[in-house]
C-alpha cells in the first residue's frame, strides 16, 4: 500500500542574491501550497542565515511537510514536499526557473510505503500458518 508520494527538487544556476531572500522563498512555497490545495497547520517556519548565507524554511501540512533550503553560494535551492495523499505534479522546472532563475532543475519522485502490501484486517491475520 502507497502511503504517500515524496518529491525531492534541486534547482541549480539560480539567482544567487533571491536564494537569499526569505520573502521570495515564501512566494514559492505558497506558490506550491496554493496550486495543489494544500492545507497549512500554523505560519510555518523561516530562517534567514547572517550575511550571503541562505534561507531555511518549514511548513507543516495536514498532509505532510514542504520544506525549503538555499545556498546561495552554489547558487542552489532544495524543496521536499511529502504528501500522504495523491497530488497532481507541480511544474517544478517551469515555475522555479520563473521565480528563482533557475537554469537546471532535477526532481526525484518516491513513492512511500510498500506497493505489494495490502490493508488487512488484524482479525483475520493468519500466525503461525494457521487460520
Not at 39 to 58: C, I, M, P, R, S
Not at 108 to 130: A, D, H, L
Amino acid at each position: 500500500m502507497i502511503v504517500g508520494t515524496e518529491w525531492l527538487i534541486e534547482a541549480f544556476d539560480c539567482e544567487a542574491g533571491k536564494l537569499r531572500e526569505v520573502e521570495t522563498l515564501r512566494e514559492v512555497v505558497t506558490r506550491v501550497i496554493t496550486d495543489l490545495n494544500l492545507k497549512t497547520l500554523g505560519e510555518g517556519f523561516w530562517h534567514q542565515f547572517e550575511d550571503e548565507n541562505g534561507v531555511t524554511g518549514l511548513v507543516a501540512l495536514t498532509e505532510s511537510h514542504l520544506a525549503c533550503h538555499t545556498y546561495p553560494e552554489y547558487k542552489t535551492a532544495t524543496f521536499n514536499l511529502y504528501c500522504c495523499r495523491t497530488r497532481p505534479a507541480w511544474n517544478w522546472a517551469g515555475n522555479l526557473k520563473e521565480m528563482l532563475g533557475a537554469n537546471e532543475v532535477k526532481i526525484t519522485k518516491i513513492e512511500r510505503g510498500n506497493p505489494q502490501s495490502e490493508i488487512r484486517n488484524p482479525k483475520s491475520q493468519t500466525v503461525g500458518g494457521e487460520a
